[in-house]
């Protein structure tokens, strides 16, 4: 039993910078090394990554401000100023 506790058990660390510090770090990371490779396939796939950390960036940015959570209470977030409630 307690072998398979210690199978189960879940390994946890905390990360030392936030998402939003690290997607930027990461995306810088990998077009400096799509730079020193020769155009193909791996290439292509180093700066698809870098451009997904990209979008990622914006959009959990995005996610934290308030006007775009979900929310339960229509109240809880402003409304844009052009359209009708």
Do not use: V
């Amino acid at each position: 039993m307690r072998l398979l506790a210690m199978i189960l058990k879940r390994r946890r660390f905390e990360q030392s910078h936030t998402l939003e510090d690290r997607l930027p770090m990461e995306s810088s990371r990998l077009r400096e090394e799509a730079e020193t490779m020769k155009p193909g396939p791996a290439r292509e796939d180093l700066l698809r990554k870098a451009r997904q950390a990209e979008t990622g960036r914006t959009r959990a940015h995005g996610c934290a401000r308030p006007a775009y959570r979900l929310r339960s209470d229509p109240e809880a977030a402003p409304r844009h100023p052009n359209r009708e409630p």
